[in-house]
Every structure is written in C-alpha cells, then in structure tokens.
C-alpha cells in the first residue's frame, strides 16, 4: 500500500545544504596539500607544436610543473580520441587543451599558463559549414545508433502531385552548454589508486574511462559527482578536466584541483552542431500530408565522429505514406560536438515545426488542427501502436488554455500601440529510455532505511524524486528513508541524460524495496538485525517489449515585436506535456519551465559566431554569448495531462529534462512571422534580421 509519496509536491532534499554552502561541489572538497591546475589552449586552428618553452613559467614562485606532449604520462589509446590529451604534438583546433601548469596557488598556476611560450607549424584549415561543402558524407549512423537515411514509399513523386507543397531550408547556429558549475575535477592518487571529485552526469562511465585510460582495474578509480552544479548533456561522459586532473596528479604526486574558465567550456568539452536543414512537405487541399522530407546537414571534428540526429524527430512525429530523411556531415577543423539538451531533436522540431506552420498557411488550415489532422494512430516508422501517445491531448488542452480559438490567423493582424502582436503553436516530442541499473535497499536497527544507487542529480530534483519512489515502494513515511547517490562505490547506474535517468533509477530503487520487503516478510526475526537486499535491472530491461515510447508536449507563445525597432518580446509561454506519471509536482514544472526557457534563448538570443580566420567562435563568454535572463521570461506556465502507461517501469515516468525545450523555439518563431508576416528561417531571431527582410512600420 502506498504511502502517497509519488505526486505530492515535495521541496528538494538538499536545497538547504545548497542556499547555505554546505553543499560541495567538485572542486570544494577538503583535501591536503592539494595543489591547482590551469590549462592552457592551443592558438593555432590547426597544425603540430614545434616547441615548448615552460622556462619562463617554471621560474614562477609556487609553479611545480608544467605538462605537455613532451613529458605528460602515458595514456592507453581508447575509443575516444578527444580524451587522449597532452600525448602527441598534434593541433586538430583552436583551442585544443594542449599543456597544464600546476603550482601551489590558483594565481600562480593561472599566471603560469600565460607565461608557457608554444611554437607551431599551422596548416591549412576548414572550418565553416555549408550545404556543398565537398567534404560532406552520409555517416553509417546518427546518436545514438540511428540509420543516417530512411525511405519509404515515393517521396518525389508524392511531393510533385500534391497540391499544397512546403520546400524550405532552417539554419541554427553552434549552441553552448554553460551550467553554473564549469567542467572541474580534484584528483588525486593513493597507492596506485585514483579518487577523483569530479562534474559530471554519470559517475560510472567516467570511472570506466579513466581506468581505460591510465589501464587501471575499474575498482582502482572512484569517481565521486554527489553534487553537480548542471551539465545539460555536456557532462554525459569523461571530458578533459577529469583527465587533466588525473594526469597532473599523477605527474606531482599531489592532489590536484582544475576547472576549465567560462572561455574553455566553447570547444574543448562540446557544443550543439550547426545545422542546414532543408525541410519539404505535400498535403492535400484539407492538410493532411502526402509527403515529408528532412534533410539534415551537420558537422563533426577531424578527430572522432559525433552525428547529430536531427532528421530522426521527424519520423515519428506526424504520418505520410512517402517519406524521406536524410543526414550529411562533414569533418571540420573544429572541436568535436556533443550531447546537449534534446540532442536532434531540438533542432530538428525547430525545423519540422516550423515548416508545419508554413504548410498550415499554404494550405489555409488551423496550425494546431492541422497537427491533430496528421497525427499517427501507429508509428510510421515502426509500424506499431505507441505505449501511448496524447499529442492531441496536448494539443487541445494548450489551445484551451492559451485561448488560441480567438486568433485571427491574419499576420499583422494585431497591434497594441507600436507592437505587433503573434502567436504560435508547435508539437514536441522525445523518446522515452530506460536503462538497467543497479540499486540496494537496507533496514536498519533503528526502524530508518538506507537505499543506495549510483545515480548523479545534476540539479533536476532526481534525489528528491528517487526519495519518494522508495519510501512508496518500502510503504513507509518518507522521513524514515536515507538516500546515497553520486559515487562510482555504489550501485551502478546510467547517467543522468536522455530523459531517462527517473525512469531507469526509479526501476532499480522499487525493486530493491520490494526485495527487501520479502526479505523482512520471510525472516520475521531478522529485525534485530540490517538486512540489505541488492537489485539490478539489467534482465528486466532487456526483456521490455520494443514499442514505440515517446512523451509529448505542445508550446504555445505570445510574442510582440517593436515596429520601429524589430525588438522582439515573449509574453506569454505556455506548455502541456504528457510524460506519463509525474513523482513531483515541484520539480517537474521546474525542468518544465527550464527546458522552455531554454527554447526561448535558442529562439532569440543564442549562437555561437565563428571566426573562419580562427575558427573559433568569438563570442566565448556570458558577456557576449547572450542567454535568456529573467527579464526575458515574462510569463511562463508549464501543466501536464493525467497519463498512464503500463508498457513503461514500475514507477510509470517518462521523462521530462527535455521535452519543454523541443518544441518551444519554433513556436516563438512561428508567434513573429504571425506578429509581423516575416519569416526568419535562421535562427537567433534578431532586430536586424527582421528589419532587413521586411520593413515592419
């Protein structure tokens, strides 16, 4: 019988120890004799290092070392290259991590990095993408492990005999993870061992690299994240700060403390990928599609391929008997992207939602009916029934809130004074995962319950939710139950990413109490004693049936736009996801509003601008590399409709870290092109572009 922990709204669990500093973060950790790392990038786009002169640096008071290729250790080559840093002379970016200056202060190892002289012979580079560029290939597959093309039906002939027919191309620009907390690690050795304080999303794949790396056992390496300040997909796995920590350690014998500043975090740990996206649809004269294509280009580095899967989101999400998707990349003189929030399918809902607004106006059809009019009963690309699927209800109960029946679907058709006044709508939706994990539930003397999990709360609430799916499960008040979490010593478990760290931990958390419950029910005498009852997942998950598993959301946005000016203001969000059983109310709106808000930046603010002289991007900083403020979200509401879904996991989640951000950017800009009849199809949406393509008084 349940407690009724799951639902209520509780606070987050260590929301104190954070507000009052007792909470510690990776590089807050007391330690002895603990020295500071500062990393020193390479100035050339791409080439070899001639020569190091660390002199001047190691003449500096307090300077103990400084690593380069020439004298780091050695790491065992692995599967990923990026990581295998300070090991050879070769430049493959600007901005590369290429030598460490340890010293005894932060000051003195900062100041020694500017003092370390590095002589190059630079080559030719390419660094800027473009839809012919003559290096573009279709990958063999897109993240995770998706087909890079699929096909079904005649996707031109179905386009050509349509009469209602979309064909236009969306750009987003380089986008930037920036959690409050950079990339930082302390590291330090203890008899052959490696104990690392490490930000991260998943303390359990960095274990794994770095024992891979420094060809250690796995049980040599603990990596401890119990705190992690945010990482939106760019902490998913091992990056150079846990390296370079590990490395200097080693090379002083000494722990070590290194955080990458705000300018390292553009390049060397990730970014989203631009894109060019060419996106064509065919409908019928009632709206209802014949034909869909996306064509998705992306880039990668020299060094390792990372395909973005932007075309995937357009799969599943509205049904047509010919369709077509397609990816092309190309290998820059870049840093490799990565992971951030959504991966592919925020940028390819941006395009894809958009285009459906394009289609709606051809065709003279209702944005949100014309969603509802396409929405599949299978999965186009599976041919099953989903779990379950409530786009519509999302839909419908958005519209009823928003109160989009009033619209008049006339561009321009609204003003107030000087603004012009939009709204628009757009459909979101994003996989739903799980993974095995690993958890322990223990009843101790006292009547209180320790469960434990290697799960990594990255700011999301995971601890709180996971507190409350065990004290359901071991059917006691939630105040009895204790949760450890965020170190590789504990039960493994996936990282905190792809939506499905609830799902997957919660899994293991509820087995693990029901095991313990059997244990305490089949041994009555056992009380006197701690008794602990270990769970993994790991056959459970396997044997799940492969339905088509997806949470779903629909963004509705006010804008209004300065006619004078092009100024562009949000005044209203508002979403409605269905993402099966929400743990709590708190912190699911939390990462409701977040993700939206973040969709707001991409809309209008964020874009990393490359410099192709230099090929990196000139804008590195939060004083230029603008992100939305508070003053930028006037109005922001996030609800959720009452869903349920047997095929998921024993808690019945879906997922919500990312499905706010999805669909929000195109619903903005869909909300400008209605305030003002322009169409900005690249994205930040700026003054200057909606000036230059069309006067707006």
Not at 294 to 300: L, R
Not at 655 to 678: K, L, Y
Request: charged fraction near 25%.
């Amino acid at each position: 019988m349940s407690t009724g922990a799951v639902g209520r709204a509780y606070p987050r669990l260590e929301g104190p120890e954070k507000v009052t500093g007792a909470a510690r973060y990776a590089v807050e950790y007391p330690v002895d004799d603990v020295t500071y790392g500062w990393a020193v990038p390479a100035a050339v786009v791409r080439g070899r290092i001639t020569r190091v002169d660390a002199a001047p640096a190691l003449a500096l008071p307090g300077v103990l070392a400084v690593l380069h290729h020439g004298n780091a250790p050695r790491l065992a080559p692995g599967p990923e290259p990026d990581l295998w840093l300070l090991q050879e002379p070769a430049v493959r970016y600007r901005g590369q991590l290429i030598a460490v200056v340890v010293a005894t202060s932060l000051e003195a190892a900062r100041e020694g990095a500017r003092l370390v002289r590095i002589d190059y012979d630079a080559g030719p580079h390419s660094t800027v993408l473009t839809a012919d560029h003559p290096g573009l290939y279709r990958p063999d597959q897109v993240n995770p492990s998706y087909p890079a093309d699929t096909a079904e039906g005649d996707f031109d002939a179905g386009y050509a005999a349509s009469p209602v027919r979309v064909d236009v191309t969306y750009r987003t620009p380089a986008y930037h993870n920036n959690p409050m907390e950079p990339h930082a690690t302390t590291a330090q050795w203890r008899d052959g061992r490696l104990l690392v304080h490490d930000s991260n999303q998943g303390a359990a794949p960095v274990q794994a690299a770095l024992a891979e790396l420094f060809e250690l056992p796995r049980e040599a390496v603990r990596v401890i994240a119990e705190h992690v300040g945010g990482g939106f997909g760019g902490k998913g796995y091992a990056k150079a700060a846990v390296v370079l920590a590990a490395l200097a350690a080693r090379q002083v014998q000494r722990p070590v403390r290194l955080a990458l500043t705000r300018q390292q975090l553009f390049g060397p740990v990730g970014y989203r990928t631009p894109t060019i996206q060419r996106v064509r649809l065919a409908a019928d004269t009632d709206g209802r599609l014949t034909a869909i294509c996306h064509d998705a280009i992306s880039q990668t580095s020299t060094m390792r391929e990372f395909a973005e899967q932007t075309a995937v989101y357009t799969r599943s999400m509205y049904a047509a008997p010919h369709r077509r998707t397609t990816h092309r990349l190309v290998r820059l003189d870049v840093p490799t992207p990565f992971w951030m929030r959504a991966p592919g399918e925020c940028p390819g809902a941006y395009a894809l939602e958009s285009a459906m607004d394009e289609l709606a106006i051809a065709a003279g059809v209702d944005p949100v009916e014309l969603r509802v009019r396409n929405d599949p009963a299978v999965d186009p690309e599976q041919r099953q029934p989903f779990s379950s699927r409530n786009l519509v209800a999302c839909l419908r109960e958005g519209a009823r809130r928003f109160g989009w029946t009033d619209r008049d679907p006339t561009p321009r058709s609204r003003h107030e004074g000087r603004w012009l006044i939009g709204t628009g709508v757009a459909g979101s939706s994003y996989p739903v995962r799980a993974r095995a994990a690993a958890a322990t539930a223990t009843a101790r003397r006292d009547g209180g319950f320790l469960v434990r999990i290697d799960a990594t709360d990255i700011g999301t609430g995971a601890r709180t939710a996971l507190w409350q799916v065990a004290a359901d499960a071991l059917e006691v008040p939630p105040e009895r139950v204790e949760l450890r979490l965020g170190d590789s010593d504990l039960p493994p478990a996936g990282v905190a990413g792809g939506s499905m760290g609830t799902a997957s931990w919660s899994w293991a958390v509820i087995r693990a109490c029901e095991a313990l419950r059997r244990k305490l029910r089949d041994a009555p005498g056992a009380a006197d004693e701690e008794v602990t009852a270990e769970v993994s997942t790991a056959d459970e998950v396997r044997a799940q049936r492969t339905l088509p598993r997806y949470a779903y959301g629909a963004q509705f946005a006010e804008v209004r736009v300065d006619a004078d000016t092009g100024e562009v203001r949000v005044s209203r969000l508002l979403g409605v996801f269905a993402a099966g059983r929400v743990v709590n109310p708190t912190t699911a709106r939390s990462q409701l509003i977040g993700g939206m808000t973040m969709g707001l930046s991409m809309a209008l603010h964020e874009e990393g601008v490359l410099d192709e002289r230099y090929g990196d991007w000139v804008n590195h900083d939060l004083a230029t590399y603008h992100i939305t403020g508070c003053a930028d979200v006037e109005r922001i509401e996030a609800y959720w409709v009452d869903e349920s879904d047997a095929e998921l996991n024993p808690a019945g989640v879906k997922g919500i870290g990312e499905i706010g951000i999805v669909g929000t950017a195109a619903a903005i800009a869909n909300a400008v092109h209605h305030a003002t009849g322009v169409r900005v199809r690249d994205l930040p949406i700026r003054l200057d572009k909606l000036i230059a393509l069309s006067p707006l008084a």
